[in-house]
């Protein structure tokens, strides 16, 4: 039986998708926490063979103690993958654990302070060849950072960039992508390299070089493994503490607070193994076993100040969670992990439970 190329085509074709989710939550720095996110994708071109997906994702939060958060993301890809835009844009009038910086700093320095700011990223990348990318980008940002405890680590610390202000760098760089999907991957490599220099503001001046490398491999249908060394530092006479890398959060070192370690240097690396145990199934809908994963990772990274690189600093982690792939075709999901840390003497084990869009790397 023939089919024809319109039939054939016609079976690639996509829908664009609206999926909002209520956002509900508790911390002892916030209190209770309520909001929304909600996640649109569609196809510039609704062939996935010939075009990635695109998507836009809004995450906004409020709290009982009147703290706000408001974060947009997006990725567009252009027919055939010419051109690939992003812009992620955030503000924030909301609490955050300070911890100073460095690769040893202890729980019982944390200090609450609140970080006001906005901030504006965005790259364009453009195919030069097959699988390979040259982009610019720019970063603007508005920082204003307040502790009440006078006695505390931030204000009586030397942190350079404590009184915030406004900054803004421009970004180059270049990427090799031959990844089967932007999202979810399951096979190929992703290799990006990325300098940011800053112009000058507000006597600001430091560069940060992004390096990120990934590689995954695919066993069969239901299962595929990856992993990601990244290497981020910040250099220059006049580096903000806010601009310095940093380990923890939803990404990088799942299970460590996010920037509980800070400093001049970052490097660390991970591995993940994802399974869908109902792969294989057809997909019926929303409620489909085929959409739901797990997965288990566990990884190893550290920071450091220029010329104090030390073993003994790394910091292990590992844990697992489970994903539902709302998207099929392009691949997006909604990952729920947790992380589990290192103990340092006298404190308690350092872990974490993320809600995310995609996947980690």
């Known amino acids: 039986m023939k089919v024809s190329a319109q039939e054939a085509d016609s079976a690639y074709r996509t829908k664009n998708q609206f999926v909002p989710y209520p956002v509900v939550g508790n911390a002892p720095e916030t209190g209770f926490q309520f909001g929304f996110g909600a996640i649109y994708t569609f196809f510039i071109n609704h062939d996935p063979r010939e075009t990635r997906n695109s998507f836009i ?7 009982a103690k009147q703290q706000q958060q408001y974060a947009v993301q997006a990725s567009v890809w252009l027919p055939k993958n010419i051109w690939n835009f992003t812009a992620n844009g955030i ?26 700011r906005f901030k504006i990223l965005t790259v364009a990348k453009h195919k030069i ?53 932007e999202n979810s991957t399951t096979t190929g490599s ?16 430091f560069h940060v070089f992004n390096l990120d490398a990934r590689h995954f491999f695919r066993f069969d249908a239901t299962k595929c493994a990856g992993i990601q060394f990244v290497y981020q530092t910040a250099q220059g006479s006049a580096t903000p503490f806010y601009y310095l890398p940093f380990i923890g959060g939803d990404q990088i070192l799942r299970g460590y607070y996010v920037g509980r370690y800070r400093d001049q240097h970052m490097l660390a690396t991970q591995a993940e193994f994802r399974y869908r145990p109902w792969g294989k199934q057809k ?31 790394l910091k292990p982690n590992y844990g697992g969670g489970f994903r539902y792939m709302f998207e099929p075709t392009a691949r997006m999901i909604l990952r729920f992990d947790y992380g589990v840390g290192s103990k340092n003497p006298g404190e308690k084990r350092s872990t974490g439970f993320y809600i995310s869009l995609n996947e980690a790397f």
């Open 283 to 313: 997909d019926h809908g929303w409620f489909s076993l085929s959409r739901l994963s797990l997965a288990g990772f566990a990884g190893t990274g550290m920071v450091f100040s220029n010329g104090e690189f030390n073993f003994s600093n």
């Open 129 to 181: 060849i097959k699988d390979l990318y040259a982009g610019v980008g720019l970063w603007v940002q508005n920082d204003n950072f307040s502790a009440a405890d006078s006695t505390g680590i931030f204000n009586t610390g030397d942190y350079y960039g404590k009184q915030g202000g406004n900054s803004m760098l421009i970004g180059f760089g270049g990427a090799f992508d031959n990844r089967d999907y």
């Open 91 to 116: 503000y924030t009038d909301y609490p955050l654990f300070f911890y100073g910086v460095g690769s040893d700093t202890k729980q019982s320095d944390e200090d609450l302070i609140t970080s006001k």
């Open 190 to 205: 992703y290799f990006s390299l990325l300098e940011w220099i800053s112009l000058g503001i507000n006597n600001y001046k």
């Open 57 to 63: 994702y809004s995450f906004n939060m409020w709290t």
